[in-house]
C-alpha cells in the first residue's frame, strides 16, 4: 500500500510545483474607440465662386415702375435681383439680354453706375469730366433718366450696351439692353420707344 503511496505523492508534489511556476498573464484590451466621422464637404456657400451667388442682395421696395416690352421681346422669369427681365434673338440664333433691376439709393452715382456698364464690354472707365459728353437725359412720364449707349468687346465679336438710370424715390432703377452689337443696333428704335413706356406706379411690379 506503501508503495502505491508513493508515485501519487510524486505526482501532487510535481502539480503543485508546476503551480508555482506558473504566472498568470493579464491583457489590457484598449477600449474602443467611436471611428472618426469624415469631414462634412463644404457646402455651396463656402465653395469657391459661390459667394456671391448666395449672398442676399437688398433691392428697392416701395414705389416702382411699369412698362410695356415690344412683342418681339420674349419674357424670362424674374429673379430676386431682377423686377424684368427679357431675350430678344435674330434669325442667327444671336441673343441679347433686357434686364431691368432696382436698388436701394444712387448706388454709387451715375458715374460708378456707368462706368460698371463699360466695364462689362472692356471699355476703360470715364474720368468725371467725361460723363456728361457720354450720356443722354430724357424726360419721360414724370421720370427723368440718364441714358447710354456704348459699343466695346472685341473687334470680331463687338458687344453693344443700351441702358438707362433712373432715380425713383430713394432708389434707382437701371434697364439695360446688352448684347451683340449688330442685334443690339437693330432693336435700339425699339428700345427708345419701350424707354417712353416706363411710368411711376404705386408698387413695385
Known amino acids: 500500500m506503501r508503495n502505491c503511496?508513493?508515485?501519487l505523492a510524486a505526482m501532487?508534489?510535481?502539480g503543485l510545483t508546476s503551480c508555482r511556476d506558473s504566472k498568470i498573464t493579464t491583457y489590457r484590451v484598449p477600449k474602443e474607440k467611436n471611428p472618426a466621422m469624415p469631414a462634412a464637404p463644404a457646402s455651396a456657400a463656402n465653395a469657391p465662386g459661390a459667394t456671391m451667388a448666395n449672398t442676399a442682395v437688398t433691392t428697392a421696395n416701395g414705389p416702382?415702375?411699369?412698362w410695356t416690352a415690344p412683342a418681339q421681346w420674349t419674357a424670362k422669369p424674374i429673379s430676386a435681383m431682377r423686377k424684368g427681365s427679357y431675350a430678344i434673338t435674330?434669325?442667327?440664333g444671336a441673343t441679347a439680354d433686357l434686364s431691368i433691376t432696382a436698388f436701394p439709393g444712387d448706388v454709387g452715382g451715375d458715374l460708378a453706375n456707368v462706368n460698371r456698364w463699360r466695364g462689362q464690354i472692356q471699355l476703360a472707365p470715364l474720368a468725371a469730366a467725361e460723363l456728361a459728353s457720354a450720356t443722354?437725359?430724357?424726360d419721360v412720364n414724370g421720370l427723368h433718366l440718364t441714358t447710354v449707349d456704348f459699343t466695346g468687346g472685341s473687334s470680331t465679336t463687338p458687344q453693344r450696351v443700351l441702358g438707362a438710370i433712373i432715380p425713383v424715390g430713394n432708389a434707382t432703377w437701371f434697364f439695360k439692353l446688352?448684347?451683340?452689337a449688330a442685334l443690339v443696333g437693330r432693336e435700339q428704335a425699339a428700345f427708345a420707344t419701350f424707354l417712353q413706356t416706363i411710368r411711376?406706379?404705386?408698387?413695385?411690379p
Open 5 to 7: 503511496l508513493l508515485p
Open 12 to 14: 501532487i508534489l510535481l
Open 64 to 66: 416702382g415702375l411699369t
Open 90 to 92: 435674330d434669325d442667327s
Open 136 to 138: 443722354n437725359h430724357l
Open 178 to 180: 446688352s448684347g451683340p
Open 200 to 204: 411711376a406706379s404705386s408698387a413695385t
